[in-house]
């Protein structure tokens, strides 16, 4: 199975940026869906953003215009470009992948990363 670790995340303060990675151990050409999603303390995972093997995106209300997934397959590399950050953005940030049906929800993905940390000073 592919395996994934995510980097980039830090410490940056609000209205900053970062770009965070999830380099896979394989191809992920024939992945349907790659997401990102977050925990904060004390708060259940969410999906942040995911993206399918076609280029088409899918966002959380709370980061519409804010946050931009991409994957580059030939990199077998998935991506969350994140501007404009906000303090409620601190969370571990998480890539995994799922296979559908019912790639909206969480609990659908696999594989998971082990994670990486962004903290937004206000």
């Known amino acids: 199975q592919v395996q994934l670790v995510e980097s980039g995340g830090g410490l940056v303060q609000a209205g900053g940026s970062l770009r965070l990675s999830c380099a896979a151990s394989?191809?992920?050409?024939?992945?349907?869906?790659m997401g990102w999603h977050r925990q904060a303390p004390g708060k259940q995972r969410e999906l942040v953003a995911f993206?399918?093997?076609?280029?088409?995106?899918n966002y959380a209300d709370s980061v519409k215009g804010r946050f931009t997934i991409s994957r580059d397959n030939a990199r077998n590399t998935a991506y969350l470009q994140m501007n404009n950050l906000k303090p409620e953005d601190t969370a571990v940030y998480y890539c995994?992948?799922?296979?559908?049906?019912?790639?909206?929800?969480?609990?659908?993905?696999?594989?998971w990363g082990q994670g990486t940390q962004v903290t937004v000073s206000s």
């Open positions: 995994a992948y799922c296979s559908g049906p019912g790639c909206l929800r969480t609990s659908r993905y696999t594989n």
């Open positions: 394989g191809s992920i050409f024939s992945i349907p869906v």
């Open positions: 993206i399918t093997s076609g280029g088409t995106t």
